[in-house]
């Protein structure tokens, strides 16, 4: 039976499973004419997300063509992408722009 993951902008490097899979299971993403399988590293729940590229400690995780936040390790190809390797880099910000104390960036 064949799994699929849903990719929703070109620039995203995360994709988000519709279904449980299974470690080193293969899953399924259709987008724009183009097929591409991806072998997951862990399992992962439905709902959750998957890289679809490496991403380096420190770059963006970027889905829906936005940054949602930061890695906070290396994440490989294929590996589950939740809050145990995600930085959530949301700033509040005051009526100038600028971040509340101790949102500064380090």
Same mark, same amino acid.
């Given at each position: 039976?064949?799994? %699929?993951?849903?990719?929703i !902008? &070109?620039?995203?490097?995360v994709?988000?499973?519709? +279904? =449980?899979?299974?470690?080193e299971?293969? @899953? ?6 183009k097929?591409?399988? %991806?072998?997951?590293?862990? !399992? &992962?729940l ?6 679809? +590229? =490496? ?5 963006? @995780?970027i889905?829906?063509?936005q ?5 906070s390790q ?6 589950w992408?939740?809050t145990?390797?995600?930085? =959530? ?6 009526k100038?722009?600028?971040p ?7």
């Amino acid at each position: 039976m064949v799994k %699929y993951a849903k990719l929703i !902008d &070109i620039k995203d490097n995360v994709v988000t499973v519709v +279904a =449980d899979l299974e470690k080193e299971e293969q @899953v399924l993403v259709k987008f724009q004419g183009k097929q591409t399988l %991806y072998r997951c590293n862990q !399992d &992962i729940l439905f709902g959750h997300k998957i890289a679809i +590229a =490496d991403i380096s400690q420190d770059d963006p @995780v970027i889905k829906y063509g936005q940054i949602i936040g930061s890695a906070s390790q290396n994440i490989k190809k294929g590996d589950w992408v939740h809050t145990h390797n995600v930085r =959530d880099d949301y700033k509040v910000l005051d009526k100038n722009a600028n971040p509340l104390p101790g949102q500064e960036k380090k």
